[in-house]
């Protein structure tokens, strides 16, 4: 598609419950990633994928977080057993690979803003 | 321990004038240094940027400038316009992959 898409937009949930967000990168771009952003905050770095594995998961904040992408396009976010604070922006973004100035500019999606009751 | 600062959780400026939003880091392995707009509702999008080896960029009303000595950043627009009302956010890139940090965002309010 033209640009990152994120489903869904909205989600409100339970404490306790599975919770899956899904994003679309942009076709042709390699690099995906996943932020988190809270109120008053910038984005925070989750994870960040490099076609089908995961090159860098640092940013995730313990193991009730995971995400695949198990064809190097679209990416799943799942958390288990949420909390009250989880509740956040999740964005999507996504870059050509490699270096120089286009594979430096993440296109990010609008976001899937989580409430955990 | 906050890498990238943004000291100015607001800024109100006039139309016409000149909006100056700065950022702030601590850590010098920093190489590429990005300005996200973001509107409420919307996902960040990119702005300008500049890489380390320059000290000024500029694209139309827009442009950046890096004092690496002092590691500080800023972003100068003029003339400000109402439509750049919006959350401005410094994003840095340092180490492996293209892992931004972003500062916690300045909220720019340009009145008309």
């Known amino acids: 598609g033209a640009g990152v898409s994120q489903t869904p937009s909205n989600k409100v949930t339970e404490k306790g419950k599975y919770v899956e967000l899904r994003c679309d990168p942009i076709?042709?771009?390699?690099?995906l990633y996943w932020y988190r952003q809270s109120l008053g905050q910038g984005p925070e770095f989750l994870i960040y994928?490099?076609?089908?594995?995961?090159?860098?998961d640092s940013g995730l904040p313990n193991d009730r977080f995971f995400a695949v992408r198990p064809e190097g396009s679209v990416s799943t976010l799942k958390i288990q057993r949420t909390e009250r604070g989880d509740s956040a922006v999740y964005l999507c973004?996504?870059?050509?690979?490699?270096?120089?100035?286009?594979?430096?500019?993440?296109?990010f999606g609008a976001g899937s803003r989580l409430t955990v009751l | 321990d906050q890498q990238v600062k943004q000291n100015s959780p607001s800024l109100s400026v006039q139309e016409g004038r000149i909006s100056i939003l700065n950022c702030d880091y601590t850590n010098s392995m920093f190489d590429y240094f990005l300005w996200y707009k973001k509107y409420p509702a919307e996902g960040p999008t990119f702005l300008i940027s500049i890489s380390s080896i320059k000290d000024k960029n500029e694209d139309g009303r827009f442009t950046v400038f890096l004092n690496k000595s002092a590691k500080h950043l800023s972003l100068h627009i003029v003339p400000s316009q109402p439509g750049d009302s919006a959350v401005y956010f410094c994003?840095?890139?340092?180490?492996?992959?293209?892992?931004?940090?972003f500062g916690a965002g300045t909220i720019l309010r340009v009145k008309s």
């Open positions: 994003a840095l890139r340092g180490g492996y992959g293209n892992k931004l940090v």
């Open positions: 973004a996504s870059s050509l690979a490699g270096v120089g100035a286009g594979a430096n500019v993440l296109t």
């Open positions: 994928f490099q076609g089908t594995g995961a090159a860098d």
């Open positions: 076709s042709g771009h390699t690099a």
